[in-house]
């Protein structure tokens, strides 16, 4: 369903009362029965995933499955798969020069890709009552997962045009991908650029936000936005980050919400930050409403706060613990 996403933005912005927006869609393979392995490789699940979760939760917007495996896997990457946790990488794939100038940039369609784009095609039918957004993995992140992360660090001073070499190529291809999303029904993609997180400011302006603004550059129009997420420690970032330039930015639990809300400019949504494992995971519904309560009254005064998890919220997450976070929501402004 097309929808234009700037008003929905300046709406969600101006709106007294905020529907959570948290990153989540793999718990809802309790929904649907099956596993995370089968989820993963079938788009047809996926869209029911989707769609269970928009029923069962009166989120904000509906989101994909944040699988940062499956372009590195599209790329050549070995995958290891898991019932019941989030597909893995493991090692470099690119191991020298001759590696990176050789590296073929895939197709859209080759590997899962084909299967996520199936999925949000399917998902973009069932859910139209809120907007629909993709996931994708970030440039720089993704050339940490090929090249790895440990080494990428080293070779960003070492061999700067090697990792450079890979970013060419890894933005190519997202470009592509993000833009069969676009064709596919979804109304944005979440972005997650976490390995960015690891980087100086001088670093980061030059191997990740070149590419990512590419990237929104060449897919974002009104009825399609990027949203930035970087669940990383990012304290020492935020003129790098706002350099980005993204209509809406996701932040993780490894910084204070607040100053991010000080930071980025007010006309941009903020998403964040209840920590996933922690507290949604491992919590109870108890800790899950304290903790989304608090971080209510501390930030609903900001009005481009919404208030979200800090990252994917992991499969075996308890349902009750999810239902605890919106109804804390409901239940703090009706208390206003």
């Known amino acids: 369903m097309k929808i234009n996403m700037n008003k929905w933005l300046q709406d969600y912005l101006a709106a007294p009362e905020k529907k959570g927006i948290p990153i989540l869609s793999f718990p809802g393979m309790q929904?649907?029965?099956?596993?995370?392995?089968?989820?993963?490789?079938?788009?047809?699940?996926?869209?029911?995933?989707?769609?269970?979760?928009?029923?069962?939760?009166?989120?904000?917007?509906?989101?994909?499955?944040?699988?940062?495996?499956v372009e590195a896997e599209a790329f050549g990457c070995p995958v290891r798969y898991s019932a019941d946790d989030v597909p893995t990488l493991h090692g470099a794939y690119i191991h020298n020069e001759e590696e990176a100038e050789a590296l073929?940039?895939?197709?859209?369609?080759?590997?899962?890709?084909?299967?996520?784009?199936?999925?949000?095609?399917?998902?973009?039918?069932?859910?139209?009552?809120?907007?629909?957004?993709?996931?994708?993995?970030g440039p720089?992140?993704?050339?940490?997962?090929?090249?790895?992360?440990?080494?990428?660090?080293?070779?960003?001073?070492?061999?700067?045009?090697?990792?450079?070499?890979?970013?060419?190529?890894?933005?190519?291809?997202?470009?592509?991908?993000t833009k069969a999303f676009k064709e596919a029904g979804a109304?944005?993609?979440?972005?997650?650029?976490?390995?960015?997180?690891?980087?100086?400011p001088t670093l980061m302006?030059?191997?990740?936000?070149?590419?990512?603004?590419?990237i929104i550059d060449a897919v974002e129009d009104e009825n399609f936005i990027v949203v930035?997420?970087?669940?990383?420690?990012?304290?020492?970032?935020?003129?790098?980050?706002?350099?980005?330039?993204?209509?809406?930015?996701?932040?993780?639990n490894a910084i204070d919400i607040e100053d991010a809300l000080k930071n980025v400019p007010a006309d941009r949504m903020v998403i964040g930050n209840i920590?996933?494992?922690g507290i949604f995971r491992h919590g109870t519904p108890e800790l899950v409403k304290s903790e989304t309560t608090s971080l209510l009254a501390r930030c609903s005064k900001y009005s481009n706060f919404v208030i979200?998890?800090?990252?994917?919220?992991?499969?075996?997450?308890?349902?009750?613990?999810?239902?605890?976070?919106?109804?804390?929501?409901?239940?703090?402004?009706?208390?206003?």
């Open 275 to 277: 920590d996933p494992a």
């Open 104 to 137: 073929l940039v895939p197709h859209v369609g080759d590997g899962r890709t084909g299967e996520c784009i199936k999925g949000i095609q399917e998902a973009s039918q069932l859910i139209t009552d809120r907007p629909l957004l993709a996931g994708t993995i």
């Open 187 to 200: 109304n944005g993609i979440v972005m997650a650029e976490p390995a960015a997180g690891l980087l100086s």
């Open 228 to 252: 930035y997420h970087n669940c990383g420690n990012i304290t020492m970032l935020f003129d790098s980050i706002n350099k980005v330039d993204a209509k809406a930015y996701s932040f993780g």
């Open 31 to 69: 929904l649907i029965n099956h596993s995370v392995e089968e989820l993963v490789k079938d788009g047809h699940l996926q869209a029911l995933c989707m769609e269970a979760i928009a029923k069962r939760f009166d989120s904000g917007a509906a989101v994909s499955l944040m699988d940062l495996s």
């Open 308 to 336: 979200s998890s800090g990252c994917d919220i992991p499969p075996v997450t308890p349902l009750e613990n999810i239902d605890a976070f919106f109804q804390a929501i409901q239940d703090y402004y009706k208390a206003d």
């Open 140 to 177: 720089f992140s993704l050339a940490g997962r090929l090249l790895d992360m440990t080494e990428i660090m080293i070779l960003c001073y070492e061999e700067p045009e090697m990792v450079e070499t890979v970013l060419e190529k890894v933005t190519e291809f997202l470009i592509e991908y």
């Open 205 to 214: 302006d030059e191997f990740s936000t070149p590419y990512v603004r590419r």
